[in-house]
């Protein structure tokens, strides 16, 4: 059986990856992460099939708890979410710069066949805003900070150098190396960070007519977790691609308006709606070209922004109709930021 090691594991992301691997039953998992995450109990932690491992990777001492003889790494732990750069952009560069490089120092010793590297749409804002671009937007479109002073770009500093880093050091430590770039990944427990959290938890709370919607005209293209995860193992085991770089997304683009408002509808508001501001800087279209993905991967999303918004709602509105409250940040945008240039 191929051994397989998820860091990150513990996350929106790499915890569906790692139940979608744990499940099929035809490798042997080890998922790590800061802590062990609540809900697992159904897992069988300490078996050869699922082991966890807790720590703080960006001590590089902490991989040695991992053991080794792993076939696939699924590198997905990071800071994530444009407000942490916003609110601590030293530690996105921090943390997430060292879990890159730990990760690397580690595999000279302990080699992998394959390394899949979680990277970001994010890394083309600084492009839109110097140059624009086309959407939907491929892959191939060139990556640019457009101002190295603001912090928001922190993230994106980080996904381009872990890009880099882990493409570069595939041939001298003889791994496969795929890049995966998400876009708006969505699903239940996606985390607190995000526009749909938000919007639920203020529609649970308290529901102002009119209701504010953030960046109203801007636009995105939501991709249901099970479809994310399904790209993603995909990618992975399509062997022989070493280097290649794939959206995993959904190419089904609407507004934030049109978001706001079905998620309103799901929850029974009848009030009206006020466009708002979002973070300034942020990115006005987005959408990702996933015909590569479709082509190479025979990658089709499966679920319907609808849909996959419903299921979500449904997560996030049970949560908040406990009375529980957001386990991180939230999203709204802070009023004092300047605008990406004006820094
Ligand atoms: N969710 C999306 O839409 C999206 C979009 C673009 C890129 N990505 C990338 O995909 C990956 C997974 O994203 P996610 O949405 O699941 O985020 P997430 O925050 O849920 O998962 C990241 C995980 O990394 C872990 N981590 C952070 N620092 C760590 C440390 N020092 N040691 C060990 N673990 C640590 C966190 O605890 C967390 O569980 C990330 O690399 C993210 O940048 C996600």
New binding site residues.
């Given amino acids: 059986m191929k051994k397989v090691l998820v860091?990150?594991g513990?996350?929106?992301?790499?915890s569906n990856i790692v139940r979608h691997l744990v499940a099929r039953g035809d490798c042997n998992v080890v998922a790590?992460?800061?802590s062990f995450p609540r809900g697992w109990d159904d897992l069988p932690n300490g078996s050869e099939r699922f082991t966890f491992v807790a720590?703080?990777?960006?001590q590089r001492e902490i991989f040695d708890r991992l053991g080794g003889g792993f076939d696939e790494v699924y590198m997905?732990?990071?800071?994530?979410?444009v407000n942490r750069t916003l609110e601590e952009p030293e530690e996105v560069i921090r943390?997430n710069t060292?879990?890159t490089m730990n990760t690397l120092d580690w595999l000279k010793s302990n080699p992998v066949k394959r390394l899949l590297f979680?990277?970001?749409?994010?890394n083309y804002a600084g492009t839109f805003d110097s140059f624009g671009g086309q959407i939907p937007t491929s892959e191939t479109i060139p990556l640019c900070i457009s101002d190295v002073r603001h912090p928001r770009f922190t993230?994106a500093i980080t996904?381009i150098h872990g890009e880099s880093a882990f493409l570069v050091s595939a041939k001298p430590l003889n791994y496969e190396c795929i890049i995966v770039?998400?876009?708006?990944?969505?699903g239940p427990n996606?985390?607190f960070r995000h526009a749909i959290p938000h919007i639920v938890q203020r529609l649970s709370e308290n529901p102002q007519s009119p209701f504010k919607v953030y960046g109203s005209d801007q636009t995105r293209a939501f991709c249901y977790i099970s479809d994310a995860v399904a790209g993603t193992v995909a990618a992975m085991e399509c062997y022989d691609k070493q280097g290649e770089i794939y959206h995993v997304g959904n190419d089904v683009e609407i507004t934030m308006d049109e978001l706001t408002q079905e998620i309103g509808r799901l929850m029974g508001y009848q009030g009206d709606y006020v466009e708002a501001m979002t973070y300034p800087g942020s990115v006005g279209r987005r959408c990702p070209d996933i015909s590569k993905c479709r082509a190479q991967l025979g990658y089709i999303p499966q679920v319907h922004w609808k849909q996959g918004l419903e299921k979500t709602v449904a997560w996030y509105r049970d949560y908040f109709s406990s009375g529980a409250k957001p386990t991180s940040g939230g999203f709204a945008p802070p009023e004092n930021f300047l605008p990406a240039g004006q820094k």
């Fill in positions: 860091l990150g513990g996350g929106f992301i790499g790590a992460d800061l720590g703080d990777f960006t997905m732990a990071a800071i994530v979410g943390v060292l879990l979680a990277s970001s749409s994010e993230y996904k770039r998400y876009q708006n990944i969505i996606m985390g």
